[in-house]
């Protein structure tokens, strides 16, 4: 199944994304509906509460009183924090069990209000966003909520900020507009993206992009890295496996393949077989076939040996690398980007080559039997560059 994290700030809009989801077939799990009943009357997260923040957050049947309770730890991060410690577990708990009960092939949406501010965003496959402006997000709040307005600012603040909310983000949906703009952007978002990722998901298929095109350097591609940094580290943990963003998307203001390549370190090639393979698939990285060798290298050559994951977001393509320390390929993806990033003309002339290859032969496979020749002059340009600097891997 596919697991989606959708979060936005209080009053963004996001219940209505949530239920335009389900409309069109999510399984939606709410964390707000279950933060109230992990904390029900006679429930153990009730008593934790009292016993941390005394009756006075009980109304006068013995339920909690949530806007009591909003107003001592809104105000107070230290309290905020004991509370989020108290409800969190229980439902992250709940919030399993619900998706474990979905089908297998469920698109599973939990609507996480607090999903950025707790670091959740790795733990899903994809995280959705909806931003608003914060005058419509009072106007909302001391509007329709009847929230003073104060209190509404108080709680935007205690909140992660748009900026923070967006380096988490795959998607954001913006909600400035009319409830059927919102509608009509979540339709296309299920349509073209959730609902083919989750078959390939399910079918452990990459997306593989083709004719290569280039397209102008994009300053996000560091940003998008990270997010698929931390995916990754999350599906292999514990193991503590290096990553890298290696290619031409690694080096600022390079036009390139709108595709982020990734290198992640393994101890053999049989560490890359195992168990591995398949949590990375789970995690949205399936393996291509084949055995595969670095394109600038005679296949056969174990040093230069790889196993080459995808993505199966049709949203965003990767080439993901696993590729054994300290072998040539592993180091010369490194000194790679780190020669071209230092030195301008290296930079041009790679950038120039690349365009002359995508107009001469825009399928990508074919890249690398016509780049033997200048990688290898760059690769002894690149390795005098390395002892001149004293660089290393």
């Given at each position: 199944m596919l697991m989606v994290g959708l979060t936005g700030g209080i009053g963004s809009g996001k219940s209505a994304v949530s239920a335009r989801l389900a409309a069109l077939g999510a399984v939606v799990i709410d964390a707000d509906r279950i933060a109230r009943e992990v904390v029900a009357p006679g429930s153990a997260g009730?008593?934790?509460?009292?016993?941390?923040?005394?009756?006075?957050?009980?109304?006068?049947?013995?339920?909690?009183?949530?806007?009591?309770?909003?107003?001592?730890?809104?105000?107070?991060?230290?309290?905020?924090?004991?509370?989020?410690?108290?409800?969190?577990p229980r439902v992250r708990a709940r919030t399993a069990e619900l998706a474990a009960a979905a089908p297998a092939d469920a698109v599973v949406v939990n609507d996480v209000p607090l999903l950025v501010e707790a670091g959740l965003a790795p733990t899903y496959h994809l995280v959705v966003v909806v931003q608003t402006a914060v005058t419509t997000r009072l106007a909302r709040?001391?509007?329709?909520?009847?929230?003073?307005?104060?209190?509404?600012?108080?709680?935007?603040?205690?909140q992660a900020d748009d900026a923070r909310r967006q380096a988490a983000a795959d998607v954001v949906l913006p909600n400035d507009g009319t409830l059927d703009e919102l509608h009509a952007a979540v339709d296309t978002l299920?349509?073209?993206?959730?609902?083919?990722y989750e078959r390939n998901l399910r079918e452990r298929r990459a997306v593989r992009p083709e004719p290569?095109?280039?397209?102008?350097?994009?300053?996000?591609?560091?940003?998008?890295?990270?997010?698929?940094?931390?995916?990754?580290?999350?599906?292999?943990?514990?193991?503590?496996?290096?990553?890298?963003?290696?290619?031409?998307?690694?080096?600022?203001?390079?036009?390139?393949?709108?595709?982020?390549?990734?290198?992640?370190?393994?101890?053999?090639?049989?560490?890359?077989?195992?168990?591995?393979?398949?949590?990375?698939?789970?995690?949205?990285?399936p393996r291509l076939p084949g055995e595969r060798w670095d394109s600038r290298r005679p296949a056969g050559d174990d040093r230069w040996a790889e196993r080459l994951h995808g993505s199966a977001d049709p949203g965003r393509p990767v080439n993901l690398h696993l590729r054994v320390a300290g072998s040539p390929a592993w180091r010369y993806a490194l000194l790679l980007r780190d020669h071209l990033r230092a030195?301008?003309?290296?930079?041009?002339a790679y950038l120039q080559l690349k365009r002359e290859l995508v107009a001469a032969a825009p399928d990508a496979a074919t890249h690398g039997t016509l780049t033997d020749p200048w990688f290898d002059e760059e690769h002894l340009r690149a390795e005098e560059w390395a002892a001149q600097t004293g660089w290393r891997p």
């Open positions: 009730l008593a934790e509460i009292v016993a941390a923040f005394s009756d006075r957050v009980l109304d006068a049947d013995g339920a909690l009183d949530r806007a009591a309770l909003g107003r001592l730890v809104f105000a107070d991060e230290a309290a905020r924090r004991r509370l989020e410690a108290i409800t969190h709040l001391t509007g329709a909520r009847g929230m003073d307005r104060a209190e509404a600012e108080r709680r935007i603040a205690a299920w349509r073209d993206r959730l609902v083919p290569a095109t280039l397209t102008e350097a994009d300053p996000t591609w560091p940003q998008q890295y990270a997010r698929l940094a931390a995916r990754i580290r999350h599906a292999v943990a514990p193991a503590d496996l290096r990553v890298d963003h290696v290619g031409s998307t690694a080096v600022s203001g390079l036009a390139a393949e709108d595709v982020i390549d990734i290198q992640l370190t393994v101890g053999s090639l049989a560490e890359a077989d195992g168990p591995l393979a398949e949590r990375l698939a789970a995690a949205g990285f030195d301008p003309d290296e930079r041009s």
